[in-house]
């Protein structure tokens, strides 16, 4: 008997619960519905009525292929291989369901002919690959008239380094540094002008325009106490000239090999490198490793492809650094398209 009483003050207890919640839902709903009277609708009757985009909207890339001159400068940057270019053809190819919007291929395109469109890829039950003409190209491969701007040349301040063969996209250069010859195939030339950006020591033109002459540099190569022994001196160093031993902490220069081309100097991001043993920076007092944004990453992979110390790993959905393996060089924050890592005090 007891144990029935029980039961039953259980069940009035359960129904008088469920009678107040339902009261009290009410309102709420109530609230609601009164509210959204004086409200526009959250809905959208897409596509009667089609949705309007911010002017930021990072939604497919665009290409203006009366523009393009197919050097491929955008597919080497992609750091998803995204996009495809076919020179021969006159082709170029983007998955669009493989892009992840992140804007290098725009950033990076010498003659601006890409674009970032607010409007989203229209879904598919397929991934999507839009293939362009390039006109310009395809007309040159056919035997088309030459530039106005002239065929490029390299003026004397040259040292035979090679960063313009690295940068050439149409293998159109060749650099003997025994022999300090410079060559360019002005046929396979798509004059994009990525080799004139990259020669640190602005010998490289178009119609043959001389150079200012190079003042010569102080002294051999140094670097100061500021070293992070990240390696990035010695991935860009045309010559192998550099050495440098992350477990060891040391840093070597071959000043035999050394061209003084300056393009270590540029790519060192605690600014430790010069010649002549020029004073850096201190450094700071800290260590410092990487953060993420988390709203502003697109994990496009371009941070964990540039990290010296291999410490960042990129996945579709999460960002993951390994704090003992980063030795917060900064890298990965110039390279990231988004500018969504920063660094902080470990």
């Not at 919007?101 to 989203?120: F, G, I, R, W």
């Not at 088309?144 to 301040?157: N, P, Q, S, V």
């Not at 010559?239 to 790519?267: N, P």
Request: aromatic fraction near 4%; hydrophobic fraction near 40%.
């Amino acid at each position: 008997m007891g144990i029935l009483i029980k039961i039953i003050v259980i069940v009035v207890a359960l129904l008088l619960s469920s009678v107040i919640t339902a009261r009290l839902g009410f309102f709420k709903f109530a609230g609601t519905v009164i509210g959204s009277i004086f409200k526009k609708p959250a809905t959208l009757m897409y596509p009667v009525k089609p949705r309007e985009w911010q002017e930021r909207t990072r939604g497919a890339v665009g290409i203006d292929g009366d523009n393009c001159i197919g050097c491929g400068i955008c597919a080497n940057v992609c750091p998803t291989a995204a996009i495809a270019v076919d020179r021969k053809e006159g082709k170029w190819t983007i998955e669009r369901m493989q892009c992840v919007q992140c804007s290098a291929c725009v950033d990076n395109c010498p003659k601006k002919c890409l674009t970032m469109e607010n409007q989203y890829t229209i879904p598919d039950v397929v991934k999507v690959v839009d293939t362009y003409d390039i006109p310009a190209k395809a007309a040159k491969a056919a035997g088309g008239a030459a530039d106005a701007d002239g065929d490029l040349t390299c003026a004397d301040t040259c040292v035979f380094c090679g960063l313009c063969v690295k940068a050439c996209p149409a293998d159109a250069i060749k650099v003997d540094r025994k022999a300090k010859s410079w060559e360019v195939d002005t046929d396979a030339c798509v004059k994009c002008g990525a080799c004139i950006d990259k020669c640190p020591k602005k010998s490289l033109s178009f119609g043959g325009a001389a150079a200012a002459p190079a003042a010569d540099e102080d002294g051999d190569l140094t670097c100061a106490d500021t070293c992070v022994f990240c390696g990035l001196c010695a991935k860009v160093c045309p010559a192998d000239a550099l050495e440098v031993d992350r477990k060891a902490k040391s840093w070597k220069v071959d000043t035999d090999a050394c061209v003084k081309c300056g393009a270590c100097i540029d790519k060192c991001p605690k600014k430790s490198l010069s010649f002549g043993g020029a004073a850096a920076p201190a450094a700071p007092a800290k260590k410092t490793i990487a953060a993420v944004d988390e709203e502003k990453c697109i994990h496009c992979v371009a941070c964990e492809n540039e990290c010296a110390a291999e410490a960042i790993k990129v996945d579709t959905d999460k960002w993951e650094l390994d704090e003992e393996k980063c030795i917060g060089c900064e890298a990965c924050v110039g390279i990231c398209p988004t500018e969504a890592i920063s660094m902080k005090e470990a």
